[in-house]
């Protein structure tokens, strides 16, 4: 097994959503030291300074992983990037490379995101 990525990646997610808020600081809780991880609310002004090709509209619809190196990955496409940065489990990464595990991941990740107030509420 080779060594985990270091360089930082950046989560926004949508910081008026309560599931939403848990789910990121658990991410960063669980991410490797050495700061492989940062997280960013959606809607904040460094965000926005730092990360304009990232619309509104695109971070309240699904997470946005932004890496290293720029490219910036949505929704479920980001979840394996994100498993590769949390200590103990990269290897559940290598899960979305199975036949048909994308597709199903994608369909799960936007009905989750669809229904993430009502989840997070109970309602």
């Known amino acids: 097994m080779g060594a ?5 990646a950046v989560l926004i997610y949508d910081g008026e959503c309560a ?13 490797l030291s050495g700061g492989a991880l940062e997280i960013l609310p959606c809607r904040s002004e460094p965000r926005r300074a730092r990360f304009p090709q990232v ?11 932004v890496l290293p190196d720029g490219r910036v990955l949505g929704g479920a496409d980001a979840v394996p990037e994100l498993l590769r940065r949390i200590r103990g489990l990269g290897w559940l990464a290598a899960l979305f490379a199975l036949p048909g595990a994308r597709p199903l991941a994608r369909r799960f990740y936007r009905w989750v995101a669809r229904n993430r107030m009502r989840l997070s509420c109970g309602r």
């Open 55 to 65: 619309s509104d509209a695109a971070c309240t619809t699904a997470m946005q992983l």
């Open 19 to 31: 599931m939403c808020r848990a789910s990121a600081l658990w991410l960063m809780r669980l991410a």
């Open 4 to 8: 985990p990525p270091v360089a930082t």
